[in-house]
């Protein structure tokens, strides 16, 4: 069998009939290159799928063309989704990701970021929470002047260009929903504490009953981790009181599916006796039956940006101060399935 032969700028160059300096100008984003002649010889890379040879597209740039992702998210639904929309996006810009986990606070882990960013040479990070709020993290990354990017953060706004979305209206959207549907016993599982997305989005159920001037009971709020096991011994608490609630709003995916299994184990028919809601609208909430109704979160638009920003490089050389200016809030949309039911009737 004959060894398919590799496709090299040279082809790119020719088919798109521009010269190799053009197409090397496009694949490391010159700003200098005209929009008609970036889509022509994007169309020929993608028509020939052309990989650009990193170590020699590093040699002739101040770039490495690597991208790094810190994460230490409990919600694995989440994380997954975001690092595969991560790495779409970065075989799209002719970058590669480096993923690293950071489950430690200590001084190996902020070693362990250093020798990332010196030895592989990134040329830019992202931090999902709750390391985006880690103070600690953040001034490494700071002190080596590298630029980066935090999702959802919560805390120290200015210190970073940041990617979110407005939690805490989606969530008081989706309560006034289930109270619109006939709801006035909602309970709420709480997600992980260390996160500030949590506490938003508690907010917003929290004044959403209070705009309809419905008092909930302390016992239908539970606290959960993002993850399926807390979300599941939450739910057992909240469903083994003899009041129960008509509907719980969970702060995740992982954690509403979890509500779904114990809303079974007490035989409840859901969503004729519960409905159920969850927040982020990952592959789950599709894919579990009943299809669960739920916040979509933008995750893949915000991985896609993120990659974006920093394979650009439109803020490396601006100051500090500067650098707050780079905030992009989302939007969000509430996405109706099978898991919740009007009960006004």
Same mark, same amino acid.
């Given at each position: 069998?004959?060894?398919?032969?590799?496709?090299?700028?040279?082809?790119?160059?020719?088919?798109?009939?521009?010269?190799?300096?053009?197409?090397?100008?496009?694949?490391?984003?010159?700003?200098?290159?005209?929009?008609?002649?970036?889509?022509?010889?994007?169309?020929?890379?993608?028509?020939?799928?052309?990989?650009?040879?990193?170590?020699?597209?590093?040699?002739?740039?101040?770039? =490495?063309?690597?991208?790094?992702?810190?994460?230490?998210?409990?919600?694995?639904?989440?994380?997954?989704? %975001?690092?595969?929309?991560?790495?779409?996006?970065?075989?799209?810009?002719?970058?590669?990701?480096?993923?690293?986990?950071?489950?430690?606070?200590?001084?190996?882990?902020?070693? =362990?970021?250093?020798?990332?960013?010196?030895?592989?040479?990134?040329?830019?990070?992202?931090?999902?929470?709750?390391?985006?709020?880690?103070?600690?993290?953040?001034?490494?990354?700071?002190?080596? #002047?590298?630029?980066?990017?935090?999702?959802?953060?919560?805390?120290?706004?200015?210190?970073?260009?940041?990617?979110?979305?407005?939690?805490?209206?989606?969530?008081?959207?989706?309560?006034?929903?289930?109270?619109?549907?006939?709801?006035?016993?909602?309970? %709420?599982?709480?997600?992980?504490?260390?996160?500030?997305?949590?506490?938003?989005?508690?907010?917003?159920?929290?004044?959403?009953?209070?705009?309809?001037?419905?008092?909930?009971?302390?016992?239908?709020?539970?606290?959960?981790?993002?993850?399926?096991?807390?979300?599941?011994?939450?739910?057992?608490?909240?469903?083994?009181?003899?009041?129960?609630?008509?509907?719980?709003?969970?702060? #995740?995916?992982?954690?509403?599916?979890?509500?779904?299994?114990?809303?079974?184990?007490?035989?409840?028919?859901?969503?004729?006796?519960?409905?159920?809601?969850?927040?982020?609208?990952?592959?789950?909430?599709?894919?579990?039956?009943?299809?669960?109704?739920?916040?979509?979160?933008?995750?893949?638009?915000?991985?896609?940006?993120?990659?974006?920003?920093? =394979?650009?490089?439109?803020?490396?050389?601006?100051?500090?101060?500067?650098?707050?200016?780079?905030?992009?809030?989302?939007?969000?949309?509430?996405?109706?399935?099978?898991?919740?039911?009007?009960?006004?009737?």
């Amino acid at each position: 069998m004959a060894i398919k032969k590799r496709t090299r700028i040279q082809d790119v160059a020719a088919q798109a009939k521009v010269s190799m300096m053009t197409v090397s100008r496009v694949l490391n984003q010159d700003a200098k290159v005209s929009d008609k002649t970036r889509e022509k010889v994007m169309k020929v890379v993608k028509e020939l799928n052309y990989r650009p040879n990193v170590s020699a597209r590093r040699l002739a740039s101040s770039k =490495s063309f690597f991208l790094g992702l810190l994460y230490d998210n409990p919600s694995g639904s989440y994380t997954s989704q %975001f690092l595969l929309s991560a790495l779409k996006s970065c075989r799209a810009k002719g970058y590669h990701l480096i993923v690293d986990e950071c489950s430690d606070y200590n001084q190996k882990t902020l070693d =362990s970021i250093k020798e990332l960013i010196e030895v592989s040479r990134v040329d830019g990070l992202i931090l999902l929470p709750p390391i985006c709020d880690n103070e600690e993290i953040v001034q490494v990354i700071i002190d080596a #002047n590298l630029p980066f990017i935090r999702i959802a953060p919560d805390t120290n706004l200015t210190a970073s260009p940041f990617i979110c979305m407005d939690d805490y209206q989606a969530s008081f959207e989706v309560t006034n929903r289930l109270i619109e549907q006939g709801h006035r016993k909602i309970g %709420f599982i709480i997600g992980h504490p260390d996160q500030g997305v949590s506490r938003l989005r508690y907010q917003g159920y929290l004044d959403a009953l209070r705009s309809h001037r419905i008092n909930v009971p302390p016992e239908y709020i539970e606290q959960g981790r993002f993850d399926y096991k807390s979300g599941l011994d939450a739910a057992m608490n909240i469903l083994s009181l003899e009041d129960k609630p008509t509907a719980i709003f969970a702060s #995740n995916d992982d954690m509403a599916a979890a509500v779904l299994s114990a809303a079974n184990r007490f035989k409840l028919d859901v969503p004729k006796k519960l409905s159920v809601v969850g927040f982020d609208d990952t592959q789950l909430a599709s894919t579990i039956w009943p299809h669960l109704t739920t916040v979509r979160q933008p995750i893949n638009e915000m991985a896609a940006l993120a990659i974006d920003l920093l =394979s650009s490089g439109k803020f490396a050389d601006l100051s500090l101060a500067n650098k707050a200016q780079f905030r992009h809030v989302l939007d969000f949309a509430i996405i109706e399935r099978d898991s919740t039911q009007d009960i006004t009737a």
